[in-house]
């Protein structure tokens, strides 16, 4: 059964990247992406930004709460304040990446969590993001 976040309704960055969501929980979500050729890069292997992407939106999915208020919702939201990937094995077009993300610590408001991005059982980057919450602001 497929799951949503309401992060991710207005995010056409994901959208675009054609991102699923298989679970999300507070501190605890899974996704996945099949890599298409607008993806890969001039070496042929999926762009390390593709990549980088991928994992950011599981860490935007793990550092904020899918159940807070639907209706008027939150008063805070969650952001990176930073981020580092690791890239270890090359992702190839056709391929579908899964990343996982889990909280590591919270404290007030910050966090680190880590995002492991895998195409089956090879292991394709390591990515740990810190995350600050602050005051959601209205757009002008």
Known sequence: MPHT????????????????VDR?????????????????????MAHGGIIFAFADTC???ACNDPEA???AGPATITVASGADINFVAPAFE??????????VSRS???????IR???????????????RTIPKHARD
């Open 24 to 44: 999300a929980l507070f501190g605890d979500a899974q996704i996945s992406m099949t890599v298409r050729e607008e993806m890969v890069n001039g070496f042929g």
């Open 94 to 103: 056709g391929q579908t990446l899964t990343a996982v993300g889990r909280e």
């Open 117 to 131: 991005v895998t195409a089956g059982h090879t292991l394709i980057a390591e990515f740990r993001g810190r995350s």
């Open 69 to 71: 208020d639907r209706d």
């Open 59 to 61: 860490f935007a999915l």
């Open 5 to 20: 976040h309401p992060i991710l309704e207005q995010d056409r960055a994901s959208q675009w990247l054609g991102i699923d």
């Open 108 to 114: 007030g408001r910050s966090g680190i969590y880590d």
